[in-house]
């Protein structure tokens, strides 16, 4: 069975083109980060995938689901979304509320039910060690830091034991040392010491972010996939300069591709 299945996909929005001819197969056991510029279509392919959007032309299938087929609430259930816009509505809606509750009602946020027992604690304790979060567990939302809430719903997200977990954007507005400490607990809940792994998408504009435990890389340009494939076969210094429109070199340290800046090769839109 495969993760995802996008087929001659195209999404038009205002007359205006926002995705064209994507084709995108993920399958099981594999990890994918989607890099590219902002306005490059990295949120508009998320919003196909959870069926928030529906495409022009083409056909979007998820965890064996072909969506028009099937009821998107139950393929939903299946599906985690992690973001730092989501950690500000949780925030703002239990702001008093305690990690470990937090990370709890992810079992039952699809369904909104509210049944707490004591070995749920167990499994959502043990999701906050696997983030190096067991520290935050009796403190309210409102007092964590940017970095610290994303552990939290990443530790939250797992408690439904889910098939596809996105995770988009989950470093914005982190310092040097609060990204490490969460791209550390991602890569261990990739490795799957405690809980069971989905497929991960990991959504960036960050080259250095994708971790050793991402696979394959979904590299994007106005709209269009510019690579696509084996993280080490995409991630080049020549698909990077082109999809970034700078020219860039990249190079590989700790098993982490960085980027450095060489020189424009054009003006630099404003996007
Ligand atoms: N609902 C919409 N209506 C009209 N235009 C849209 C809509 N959603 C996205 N767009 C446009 O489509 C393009 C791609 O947007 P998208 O949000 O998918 O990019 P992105 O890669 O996620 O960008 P960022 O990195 O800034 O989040 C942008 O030009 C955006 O303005």
């Known amino acids: 069975m495969t993760t995802i299945q996008l087929s001659d996909v195209s999404w038009v929005r205002n007359q205006k083109m926002i995705l064209s001819d994507i084709n995108w197969t993920v399958k099981k056991g594999e990890h994918w980060a989607i890099i590219g510029l902002n306005g490059s ?16 032309k083409g056909t979007v299938e ?47 946020a699809s369904v909104g039910l509210w049944e707490n027992d004591a070995h749920d604690e167990d499994i959502a304790y043990q999701l906050l060690v696997e983030m ?4 935050l567990a009796d403190k309210p939302l409102q007092v964590l830091s940017q970095g610290e809430k994303q552990r939290v719903l990443i530790a939250r997200a797992m408690m439904s034991k889910l098939d596809l977990l996105i995770l988009d954007e989950p470093c914005t507005g982190l310092d040097v040392r609060a990204r490490e400490t969460l791209l550390q607990a991602i890569d261990r809940l990739a490795h799957g010491q405690t809980s069971h792994v989905p497929t991960l998408l990991y959504v960036t504009h960050h080259s250095e972010e994708i971790l050793p435990c991402f696979t394959h ?33 990249l190079s590989w340290r700790g098993n982490r591709p960085w980027i450095q800046v060489e020189s424009w090769t054009q003006t630099p839109s404003t996007s």
Do not use: C
Not at 41 to 56: A, C, D, F, V
Not at 132 to 135: D, I, K, L, Q
Not at 217 to 231: H, M, Q
């Open 62 to 108: 998820v965890l064996g689901h072909r969506f028009g087929k099937v009821d998107l609430r139950e393929v939903r259930k299946q599906i985690g979304w992690v973001s730092a816009s989501m950690a500000d509505r949780i925030t703002t809606d239990k702001p008093l509320e305690r990690a470990l509750d937090v990370v709890i009602s992810g079992k039952y």
């Open 132 to 135: 190096n979060s067991e520290h």
């Open 217 to 249: 890389v979904l590299l994007l340009k106005n709209g269009k996939i510019s690579a696509s494939g084996p993280k080490h076969e995409v991630m080049t210094s020549e698909h990077l300069s082109d999809a970034f429109e700078i020219d860039v070199d």
């Open 41 to 56: 279509g990295k949120t508009s392919i998320l919003n196909l995938i959870t069926g928030y959007t529906w495409p022009t």
